[in-house]
Nanobody, 115 residues
Framework: QVQLVESGGGLVQPGGSLRLSCAAS????????AAWYRQAPGMQRELVAE???????NYADSVKGRFAISNPNARNIVYLQMNKLKIEDTAVYYC?????????WGQGTQVTVSS
């Protein structure tokens, strides 16, 4: 059984930074690819960033140049570094991990950008 545990959310002022972490606990399976999604109140869940097993990344236009997804040393942990945060980045952020046994989701972590 795979569990994804997220951390790092919180309240930050516009222009600030946060780093989200997503760790695959209890898993002997190697993470193949991962992504971060977010969902704001009343909105659909949207892709924020993704990284493939060979390190290729892809970002939503709204976060390009501000956010960075990483999977250091191809371990079972993924980060989302978020810089220059805007009020419209406020949402619950979810980690998605792809393993040989299927796709799994984290429980979500709240990010609130407010002055």
């Amino acid at each position: 059984q795979v569990q994804l545990v997220e951390s790092g959310g919180g309240l930050v002022q516009p222009g600030g930074s946060l780093r989200l972490s997503c760790a695959a606990s209890g898993s002997i399976f190697r993470l193949r690819a991962a992504a971060w999604y977010r969902q704001a109140p009343g909105m659909q869940r949207e892709l924020v960033a993704e990284i493939s097993n060979n390190g290729v990344t892809n970002y939503a236009d709204s976060v390009k140049g501000r956010f960075a997804i990483s999977n250091p040393n191809a371990r079972n942990i993924v980060y989302l570094q978020m810089n220059k945060l805007k009020i419209e980045d406020t949402a619950v952020y979810y980690c998605n991990g792809k393993f040989s046994v299927g796709d799994y989701w984290g429980q979500g972590t709240q990010v609130t950008v407010s002055s």
